[in-house]
T-cell receptor, first 111, second 115 residues
Framework: KAGVTQTPRYLIKTRGQQVTLSCSPISGHRSVSWYQQTPGQGLQFLFEYFSETQRNKGNFPGRFSGRQFSNSRSEMNVSTLELGDSALYLC??????????FGPGTRLTVL | QKEVEQNSGPLSVPEGAIASLNCTYSDRVSQSFFWYRQYSGKSPELIMSIYSNGDKEDGRFTAQLNKASQYVSLLIRDSQPSDSATYLCAVVIMYSGGGADGLTFGKGTHLIIQP
């Protein structure tokens, strides 16, 4: 099976802009989670989508949002970018046994 | 607030020896436990999952879980230089109706295998 794919792999934005990241889960997996990884805070859970519905949400401001489509692909949006949003954004595909598999990530740099 | 604690290291182990990585967690409700390996500049890769008390072995890796003491560990036997990476411990609460909370990660232990 193909793994989790994320696009784009790298992004450079300026403060105040918005950005949309995309994730395609492993075929047959219906759950997609998003995580933010920074050197200071480590890996932190953003939200999870299952069957087009947000099921769980981490402790992030409302500028971070997401959605999931009927084919299980998911997008994450960050509005009004701040310097502190610079991070590696990881998407994970989860199978029913609860194991999560990560994509390669999108490296976002905010200038 | 769930917390997962790991020694950040670096943990230096000679090639061929056993590397022992430890993790403690604060939430007694946590039910699923995972070890991920992350090479520099790469995304985390799932190594082991463990759900019940005791040991679980997979090749050179053994995960150990003690829910009463709230700790989970990972042993790597016959350590190789290619095992040098950051090892992340993650825990999750599973819901009775299906689904689960998001993974809560520790900050990771940087492991160095010395040739």
């Amino acid at each position: 099976k193909a793994g989790v794919t994320q696009t784009p792999r790298y992004l450079i934005k300026t403060r105040g802009q918005q950005v949309t990241l995309s994730c395609s889960p492993i075929s047959g997996h219906r759950s997609v989670s998003w995580y933010q990884q920074t050197p200071g805070q480590g890996l932190q859970f953003l939200f999870e989508y299952f069957s087009e519905t947000q099921r769980n949400k981490g402790n992030f401001p409302g500028r971070f949002s997401g959605r999931q489509f009927s084919n299980s692909r998911s997008e994450m949006n960050v509005s009004t970018l701040e310097l502190g949003d610079s991070a590696l954004y990881l998407c994970a595909s989860r199978r029913p046994e609860n194991e999560q598999f990560f994509g390669p990530g999108t490296r976002l740099t905010v200038l | 607030q769930k917390e997962v604690e790991q020694n950040s290291g670096p943990l230096s182990v000679p090639e061929g020896a056993i590397a022992s990585l430890n993790c403690t967690y604060s939430d007694r409700v946590s039910q699923s436990f995972f070890w991920y390996r992350q090479y520099s500049g790469k995304s985390p890769e799932l190594i082991m999952s463990i759900y019940s008390n005791g040991d679980k072995e997979d090749g050179r890796f053994t995960a150990q879980l003690n829910k009463a003491s709230q700790y989970v560990s990972l042993l790597i036997r016959d350590s190789q230089p290619s095992d040098s990476a950051t090892y992340l411990c993650a825990v999750v609460i599973m819901y009775s109706g299906g689904g689960a909370d998001g993974l809560t990660f520790g900050k990771g232990t940087h492991l160095i295998i010395q040739p």
